[in-house]
């Protein structure tokens, strides 16, 4: 087939993007940081559009959020930012077939910024017979049991493929709890692979014309001094964003939030910052306040399928009987029109009969109440009244109706 | 709970639904027949809105037409009226919440009409131990093997509870092949339950306010003497829409087409004539030609579900390798947001990945298409087209690509 003469179905520039415009690497503008709390509101500018910050990111694993359609990602959801996983998106549909297509936005038809992982966690949570080696990592796929050979530099390549506006570095995350002397090794070599992934961005072109930015990870394991030192590796390579990898495996909440705020107190204040994996509302709401702006999490969409909703006014478990006969909206606190027009009544029954249309209305509450949530967060950063709201909504998200 | 004072979350009329216009039995005028055929053009007027005919009705088995939400039902399938299964509907959730959430239309939040069935199809195809007698029909539950006992009264009773605006004569389905002893006792048992029906609407009012209206349904098998009879029988009733049921149940297409021409030549052209359960794309157009009006089928949705895809260039197995890089949109000959933004590749590419959204999108796809076709059969006969339209059309509907 003849690329140039077949246009990809949704080939039409976006309003958003603009192909006549400079393209530029991603920006940074912090407009506001709460008193008495570190929680900042801000705005990234990347090639496929603004993000306003803190900003919660839908996962699409497979290029797909599940359950959601691109349409109703962006005109009921509001999403800003979806995430893809490499490791996926490498297995299937492959790399071949992205470069045809012109990269994942042309692909899934998502024309607003796409960040990519870098497939570490997916190889060290999914795969089989992980071997890893200065090189890089061998393992197996789970799907077909294949071998794969992943190295920063075709990890790298990989997510140039992909077409991600944001690309992260290649690590290696140690499980928790892990040996003092495992974690720093491990993140040893996590520093000389972001060295590996630098080197190799800086000797290949944006393979689509707009600017692909790297963002380094920190490890460090739930030691002091290795996350410092993390910190301190990350920052001086003065990338765009950084991020924070490593928690949310397993440790206790408080410990989590103590490693965000060892990390966010040394990472610079000018670049975005993102907690990777996290996690439940209040998780997002308490790291915010220890200055994160950017989170992903596979929750709302994972437990919305299994009919645990998050809604305004705390948590539900739509399978319970003593939703059979309540009408009122799924969450009369949100302004979405899914969360108005369908009541718990039938979106209980849907999951009783186990039909689709439950899965797929309770991914939307819940990615609704996620984008809610951060949007108001940052409106009441830029109001100045973060830190009682904050107290007064960690009770409201986490109650159990 | 107090009924009264909690209100439904979708409690607002919608436009085509005037609660201060009068309550009328559903009406049809006949606006066009084809030359040389028995295609008519027509529209039926209920209290929930109007349906311009021929018509295609998606099915809503369980009050969901499956992996499909109400939104996209109207803004992009565009379906005037859907179905909703008596019997699904009677174990899950059950007539006391369909009656407290004020029938099926308010539970599920479709405002335009609904038709349910009588149960006696899925009692027969679903349901364990079977005990047909003149009384009704004892059967156990295929979720939970609970007894219960359909008769024409507690039939009509509950479609009465789901408040379709259209409701199915309590019939028995036979088999095919049957014997013609066997049915002619059952058409004879069909029509004897039918005066029984019958009677219990007389009894009973409309329980929403608006009006429920019976069509009566056609039996007989592949017997030209039984067709005759009950034809005449049903027709007798003078009920404002004709149903012609026990065809499309294993018997060849061309028998499945002589019995239909059979039925349409006696049942009144005045009336809506409804053909239950069928069928393919180019069933319906041979079918709209001996002059049916409306239909029903899960084959779109079930299809798409697995992968089959109906479009206006002929049947795609979206599984199959060769869409792996074909980045056209899924039917470039629909008008349709969903059939022109998402790529053949994408759409293969979510169903080998096993994700929802592929199962999403093609029901979506082959509602509309579904929808498309009986729109475009309706403008043909109109515009005196419909004999040549036809025969292209069929050839185009049956192509594999």
């Given at each position: 087939?003849?690329?140039k003469?077949q246009l990809?179905?949704?080939?039409?520039?976006?309003?958003?993007?603009?192909?006549?415009?400079?393209?530029a690497?991603?920006?940074f503008?912090?407009?506001?940081?709460?008193?008495?709390?570190?929680?900042?509101?801000?705005?990234i500018?990347?090639?496929h559009?603004?993000?306003?910050?803190?900003?919660?990111?839908?996962?699409?694993?497979a290029?797909?959020?599940?359950?959601?359609?691109q349409?109703?990602?962006?005109?009921?959801v509001?999403?800003?930012?979806?995430?893809?996983n490499?490791?996926?998106?490498?297995?299937?549909?492959?790399t071949?077939v992205?470069?045809?297509?012109?990269?994942?936005?042309?692909?899934?038809?998502?024309?607003?910024?796409?960040?990519?992982?870098?497939?570490g966690?997916?190889?060290?949570?999914?795969?089989?017979?992980?071997?890893?080696?200065?090189?890089g990592v061998?393992?197996q796929?789970?799907?077909?049991?294949s071998?794969?050979?992943?190295?920063?530099?075709?990890?790298?390549?990989?997510?140039?493929?992909?077409g991600?506006?944001?690309?992260?570095a290649?690590?290696?995350?140690?499980?928790y709890?892990?040996?003092y002397g495992y974690?720093r090794?491990?993140?040893?070599?996590?520093?000389?692979w972001?060295?590996?992934?630098?080197?190799?961005?800086?000797d290949?072109?944006?393979?689509?014309?707009?600017?692909?930015?790297?963002?380094?990870?920190?490890?460090?394991?739930t030691y002091?001094?290795?996350?410092k030192?993390?910190?301190e590796?990350?920052a001086s390579k003065?990338?765009?964003?950084?991020a924070?990898?490593?928690?949310?495996?397993?440790?206790?909440?408080?410990?989590?939030?103590?490693f965000?705020?060892?990390?966010?107190?040394?990472?610079?204040?000018?670049?975005?910052?993102?907690?990777?994996?996290?996690?439940t509302?209040?998780n997002?709401?308490?790291?915010?306040?220890?200055?994160?702006?950017?989170?992903?999490?596979?929750?709302?969409?994972?437990?919305?399928?299994?009919?645990?909703?998050?809604?305004?006014?705390?948590?539900i478990?739509?399978?319970?009987k003593?939703?059979?006969?309540?009408?009122?909206?799924?969450?009369?606190g949100l302004p979405?029109?899914?969360?108005?027009?369908?009541?718990?009544?039938?979106?209980?029954?849907?999951?009783?009969?186990?039909?689709?249309?439950?899965?797929?209305?309770?991914?939307?509450?819940n990615?609704q109440?996620?984008?809610?949530?951060?949007?108001?967060a940052?409106?009441?950063?830029?109001a100045?009244n973060f830190?009682?709201?904050?107290?007064?909504?960690?009770?409201?998200?986490?109650?159990?109706?």
């Amino acid at each position: 087939m003849d690329k140039k003469t077949q246009l990809p179905a949704y080939s039409m520039p976006s309003p958003l993007f603009c192909y006549f415009c400079a393209m530029a690497a991603l920006t940074f503008a912090l407009e506001a940081t709460a008193a008495g709390s570190g929680a900042r509101a801000g705005t990234i500018q990347t090639d496929h559009g603004t993000i306003p910050t803190p900003i919660f990111m839908p996962v699409g694993t497979a290029g797909t959020v599940k359950a959601v359609t691109q349409q109703q990602l962006k005109n009921d959801v509001g999403a800003r930012i979806i995430l893809g996983n490499t490791y996926h998106l490498y297995l299937r549909p492959g790399t071949e077939v992205l470069e045809q297509a012109g990269g994942l936005h042309r692909f899934n038809g998502w024309d607003r910024p796409i960040l990519t992982d870098s497939g570490g966690y997916q190889v060290f949570s999914l795969a089989a017979n992980r071997k890893i080696r200065e090189e890089g990592v061998m393992f197996q796929s789970h799907i077909d049991g294949s071998r794969h050979l992943f190295t920063p530099e075709s990890v790298m390549d990989i997510q140039r493929s992909i077409g991600a506006d944001i690309i992260m570095a290649f690590d290696e995350c140690p499980p928790y709890p892990s040996e003092y002397g495992y974690a720093r090794t491990s993140m040893e070599l996590t520093h000389r692979w972001l060295d590996r992934c630098i080197q190799r961005l800086a000797d290949t072109p944006d393979t689509y014309g707009y600017t692909q930015n790297l963002f380094p990870i920190v490890q460090g394991s739930t030691y002091h001094d290795l996350r410092k030192a993390s910190c301190e590796y990350i920052a001086s390579k003065d990338a765009v964003g950084n991020a924070i990898g490593g928690l949310s495996v397993g440790e206790p909440e408080e410990m989590m939030y103590e490693f965000t705020e060892l990390c966010t107190g040394i990472l610079p204040a000018s670049k975005p910052r993102y907690l990777m994996g996290v996690g439940t509302p209040w998780n997002i709401l308490e790291c915010i306040d220890r200055g994160v702006d950017m989170f992903d999490c596979v929750m709302p969409t994972r437990n919305g399928r299994n009919g645990m909703m998050f809604t305004t006014e705390g948590v539900i478990n739509i399978k319970n009987k003593k939703w059979a006969t309540d009408f009122s909206p799924i969450d009369p606190g949100l302004p979405n029109e899914i969360s108005q027009f369908y009541s718990k009544a039938y979106l209980r029954h849907l999951f009783v009969a186990n039909e689709i249309l439950g899965m797929q209305l309770a991914s939307i509450q819940n990615l609704q109440f996620y984008l809610w949530l951060v949007t108001e967060a940052r409106t009441q950063i830029l109001a100045g009244n973060f830190a009682s709201w904050k107290t007064d909504m960690i009770t409201r998200v986490k109650t159990r109706l």
